[in-house]
């Protein structure tokens, strides 16, 4: 019998919960042995796959299982499920960039359902399966993540240790709420390396718009460059010591940036909320490829992080019940926002935008912003129309037809 999810986990919005587990030192020891297990199991059942090129999960399932449950002593018949399911997912979308089988990290993240955990709301704790028996751990988390753990539907789970840490990172599903529509327009988000982004409005961010240590795009430039020097004189010197320092500093910069596109994607969001608009940005996939950079400016190029701040936006626009649309990228920086005039004398020096046509000048983000939000409203409106062509379609035919009569003919 199929198993089916519920409304809500069907047409809902899946988020992640993170609860901090603070078991003593005998716990502590058997979720590491089950982290250790699992992973191994992962690696077992990812050879076997890569060694008979079966790569869905039902198949996989019938090759792996009893192999695998035979090769790594004390795993559990749901363990080895999850990770048979594990393996299938990590080569569904890299399959053909693969050289040889994937291989887990020891210690990496492991997931765990509804039969490998179980909550207990009120006593604040939760029961993970290990290769020695459930342990029964306390949670801690932030107020409106314990709130969202006892009230919403939970899905699967992943169990990971940071730096001594142990983590649950809980799948909770979140009601969709109705999309507005944009009555106001949108608000236009032009991306970039020198600024990482600029609103139709005219507010650069990071800027004295977001409350924080960051004072600019400038500030953000100076801390990436110092972060990267300090890196490659500490890996140029290879000593023990610099490599202490290194795993110190190991994501920093990552969690500095992550925090920047939380904060332009909320100001974004709310910003759009107040006036009533939606939130346009530019469809950037396979930027990297298109773009021919000189070689000084690879390294910035390539760490931008605008497929981050695009799916943070989204995903708090979609909470917020806000139109959010991706539009095309051309020419945004050379066309008239008021002429549309398109041209690369438009652009007469680095950061200017003079129209040859209507003599409107600006600054060329800001001016790509207002583009940008044009392109949105006209987008969301060809979205939304009504089938008007006059050409046939299935669900128009579907319509017209008749019903047709109980007794047949």
Same mark, same amino acid.
């Given at each position: ?31 590491? %042995? ?31 299982? *009893? ?19 594990? /393996? %299938?997912?990590?080569? %569904? ?28 709301? *009120?006593?604040?704790? #939760? ?5 020695? &028996? ?11 993540? @314990? ?35 944009? #009555? ?22 990071? +800027? ?11 500030? /953000? ?69 298109? #773009? ?8 910035? @190029? ?22 959010? @649309?991706?539009?095309? =990228? %051309? ?5 008239? =926002? *008021? ?57 128009? *035919? ?8 109980? +007794? &047949?003919?």
């Amino acid at each position: 019998m199929a198993i089916r999810r519920s409304a809500t986990k069907r047409h809902g919005m899946p988020t992640i919960v993170q609860l901090r587990l603070t078991p003593n030192l005998a716990q502590a020891e058997a979720l590491a %042995a089950a982290v250790l297990l699992c992973n191994q199991a992962a690696t077992v059942v990812s050879r076997l796959a890569w060694q008979h090129r079966v790569f869905r999960v039902v198949e996989l399932h019938r090759l792996a299982y *009893d192999e695998v449950r035979a090769q790594v002593a004390g795993l559990g018949a749901q363990a080895a499920v999850r990770a048979i399911a594990r /393996v %299938a997912g990590a080569y %569904a979308n890299r399959r053909a960039t693969k050289k040889r089988a994937h291989i887990f990290r020891p210690h990496g993240a492991v997931p765990y359902d509804a039969r490998l955990m179980s909550f207990n709301r *009120d006593a604040r704790t #939760v029961s993970l399966w290990t290769p020695t &028996g459930r342990v029964t751990v306390p949670y801690t988390g932030r107020p409106e993540d @314990l709130k969202a753990i006892d009230v919403l539907p939970r899905g699967e789970a992943d169990l990971v240790c940071r730096r001594g840490v142990w983590l649950l990172l809980v799948t909770v599903t979140l009601p969709k709420p109705v999309v507005r529509e944009p #009555v106001g327009g949108f608000v236009g988000v032009d991306q970039g390396v020198a600024n990482l982004a600029v609103t139709c409005d005219g507010v650069v961010l990071p +800027g004295p718009a977001l409350a924080g240590p960051i004072g600019g795009n400038g500030h /953000v430039r100076t801390l990436r460059e110092r972060r990267h020097r300090q890196r490659r004189r500490l890996q140029k010197k290879g000593t023990p010591a610099a490599r202490r320092v290194l795993r110190r500093l190991a994501g920093r910069e990552h969690r500095m940036m992550s925090d920047l596109n939380h904060q332009i994607s909320t100001f974004v969001v709310r910003e759009a909320e107040r006036t009533g608009r939606g939130v346009a940005l530019e469809d950037l996939q396979g930027i990297r490829g298109r #773009v021919r950079a000189h070689r000084l400016q690879r390294r910035t @190029l390539h760490s931008w992080a605008f497929a981050q701040q695009i799916t943070f936006t989204r995903y708090k626009a979609a909470r917020a019940g806000i139109a959010f @649309l991706l539009v095309d =990228p %051309a020419y945004t920086s050379q066309a008239c =926002p *008021d002429c549309g005039n398109v041209s690369r004398a438009n652009r007469p020096a680095w950061g200017r935008f003079v129209c040859t046509g209507c003599g409107l000048a600006g600054y060329a983000d800001h001016i790509a912003a207002r583009n940008i939000a044009q392109r949105g409203v006209t987008g969301w409106a060809a979205i939304n129309q009504p089938h008007a062509t006059g050409l046939p379609s299935p669900r128009r *035919d579907c319509e017209s037809k008749p019903p047709a009569s109980a +007794g &047949g003919s």
